[in-house]
């Protein structure tokens, strides 16, 4: 999808203004959490400038840490048609998450710091529990008509709201295996990854400290997602 014929908000002055300013867009995700009254750890400074400069990272914290923290604070400092795909082993975690990452936008947008969603795939034949996406004309090269691209959807919000900042999903509302051959589990999903290709910040595997204790042949679609849905789209 074209630059041209996406719609964009308005930077906030602060995001703005520090942007221009050259400050890197890891200690512009410090400034961020500072701003929600939080200061960064170290270990998330750390994870944050090596997301910066394009490398992978494992993260190893004690429960409580802030690890989800890192990922979000670059969700919060990063500007549109930016997004981050968050794999999360249960749907428990994904709820709790989406509803206090968008408690931070909505606290950060009152602020005049940024705007941003976040939102999760609980159905993608009807509209999430999310923020709802900003309207946006349909773009006529979307291949695909049917439910999983309705207005309100995940699929439909990802290609079309330059607001969404993070997706959270368990990998197998992604990935699907069928005749030994692992693939999108939804057309509609596919084809929306595939339109912010290179506007995928990073995919976050949280929690994946439960993938090693079930094993990997429990819930292999971990192993699987990023090939089945957009091999080419991130950095990792």
Not at 158 to 177: C, H, M, W
Request: hydrophobic share 40%.
């Amino acid at each position: 999808m074209s630059d041209d014929t996406r719609p964009r908000t308005v930077e906030s002055d602060q995001c703005a203004a520090l942007s221009e300013a050259g400050v890197s867009a890891a200690d512009r995700a410090v400034a961020a959490l500072r701003a929600l009254g939080r200061e960064a750890y170290s270990h998330q400074r750390q994870v944050l400038q090596l997301q910066s400069d394009g490398g992978d990272v494992l993260l190893c914290a004690a429960t409580g840490a802030g690890k989800s923290a890192a990922y979000q604070a670059a969700a919060y400092a990063a500007p549109d048609w930016t997004l981050i795909v968050v794999l999360q082993p249960l749907v428990e975690l994904i709820h709790e998450q989406t509803a206090r990452t968008n408690a931070d936008f909505a606290e950060l947008t009152r602020l005049g710091w940024s705007v941003g969603r976040a939102m999760h795939g609980a159905h993608y034949g009807r509209p999430s529990d999310g923020a709802a996406p900003a309207a946006a004309d349909e773009p006529s090269a979307a291949p695909l008509d049917t439910p999983e691209l309705a207005e309100g959807s995940l699929a439909h919000a990802i290609a079309y709201d330059p607001q969404l900042r993070i997706v959270y999903v368990t990998p197998e509302e992604l990935a699907s295996k069928e005749s030994g051959r692992w693939t999108a589990r939804s057309a509609a999903m596919q084809w929306a990854l595939a339109t912010r290709k290179g506007e995928i910040l990073a995919w976050a595997y949280d929690e994946c400290h439960l993938v090693d204790r079930w094993g990997s042949t429990f819930r292999d679609a971990y192993l699987h997602v990023e090939e089945a849905c957009t091999a080419d789209n991130t950095r990792g």
